[in-house]
């Protein structure tokens, strides 16, 4: 039954994360609310993980998501149900590109979606920071890492090596 509703789940998530890979973060934190297949500090590792990685985000998330609640399989399974989506919408898209791309209701859907994903990507961006308020450490990185975004337009992932590296170190010096 687990792999039902894992396919079930990421199709959704293949179907309705208009966006890129970091529009998926509301639909896997709502299964971790639903079905408790992972936490959301493993959400959270999750997605850092699948930032690093080569791949697309949603993909990787997926992956490792169908691997952590039902194995292989599982992974195999959440992988496939994810990409089906695009695939399918690509198909079609690319027939019926020529015909409507200069329709205003298509531009008026596309230019709405945009900000209802950043709403959905800011509503659960607060919701994975909430734990981490009690956190010094984390806040204090949290303040470091967007300053010095701000200040110099470098790639996202040196933003994201800076953190790892931070979180690396932190780790070794709590445990020593």
Sequence with gaps: MIYIHLFVEFFKIGLFSFGGGYATIPFLYHISQVYNWYSLDE???????ASITPGPVGINVATYAGLKSAGILGSALATMAEMLPSLFLVIIVSKLLRKFSDNFYVKSIIETLKPISCALLTSVAIGLLVPDLKD???LVLLAFLLI?????KKDPLFYIFIAAIAGVLLTVFQSL
């Design 148 to 152: 010095i975004s701000w200040k110099s």
């Design 43 to 49: 959400l959270t590792q999750m997605v850092a993980v």
């Design 136 to 138: 010094i450490r984390a």
